[in-house]
């Protein structure tokens, strides 16, 4: 059972390019969250998606766009890297279908440098 | 202010001793609260879940305070593989299903 994955682990790029953190879970979760963490900061949410085919915007999503591509996946993308945007990146999943904060289960994350 | 707030440590524990440790967090109305481990350059991972009268897992002790707004967790008998980093988390009640992330507390398991 892998969990949560997600690809690439490591990527640079330089400022203006663009790139697809893609994210996936194999525990049937309907809501799928991507995160990033700085150094002495708590995790910030970028985007959620509550259910299959719905997205929604969380504490830090300019720069950003996602996709729930379908129940499993769901991907984030930079479409023009900023080096503000340098952070590990992890996406997360959990059971929830509303209410109240769940247990969310995190991938591996990527670390992404922008230079 | 921030919405959950965590001493940032390092708790340096001689092995086999107590170390406890607090974080506030700013919204009366949460009513989920956790604790995650993160170890160094890992994801974070569901340490346990804290209830209202307090629970115990194993050498693990989390307490809630809501008048006062804190949850604690105590570590007993600390091992070397207790080093980590503890992140306090709360929900962020009328956010659905957002949960509110502490910066973390890092603790140093000395032998």
């Known amino acids: 059972n892998a969990g949560v994955t997600q690809t690439p682990k490591f990527q640079v790029l330089k400022t203006g390019q663009s790139m697809t953190l893609q994210c996936a879970q194999d525990?049937?979760?309907?809501?799928m969250y991507w995160y990033r963490q700085d150094p002495g900061m708590g995790l910030r949410l970028i985007y959620y998606?509550?259910?299959?085919?719905?997205?929604d915007k969380g504490e830090v999503p300019n720069g950003y766009n996602v996709s729930r591509l379908n129940k499993r996946e769901f991907s984030l993308r930079l479409e023009s890297a900023a080096p503000s945007q340098t952070s590990v990146y992890f996406c997360?999943?959990?059971?929830?279908?509303?209410?109240?904060?769940?247990?969310?289960?995190f991938g591996p994350g990527t670390r992404l440098l922008v230079l | 202010r921030k919405e959950v707030e965590q001493d940032p440590g390092p708790f340096n524990v001689p092995e086999g001793a107590t170390v406890a440790f607090n974080c506030t967090y700013s919204n009366s109305a949460s009513q989920s609260f956790f604790w995650y481990r993160q170890d160094c350059r890992k994801e974070p991972k569901l340490l346990m879940s804290v209830y209202s009268s307090g629970n115990e897992d194993g050498r693990f002790t989390a307490q809630l305070n809501r008048a006062s707004q804190y949850i604690s967790l105590l570590i007993r008998d600390s091992k070397l593989s207790d080093s980590a980093t503890y992140l306090c988390?709360?929900?962020?009640?009328?956010?659905?299903?957002?949960?509110?992330f502490g910066a973390g507390t890092q603790v140093v398991v000395t032998p």
């Open positions: 997360a999943s959990s059971w929830t279908s509303g209410g109240a904060g769940e247990t969310q289960y």
């Open positions: 998606s509550a259910s299959e085919g719905t997205t």
């Open positions: 525990m049937n979760h309907n809501s």
């Open positions: 988390v709360v929900d962020a009640r009328g956010s659905w299903g957002k949960l509110q």
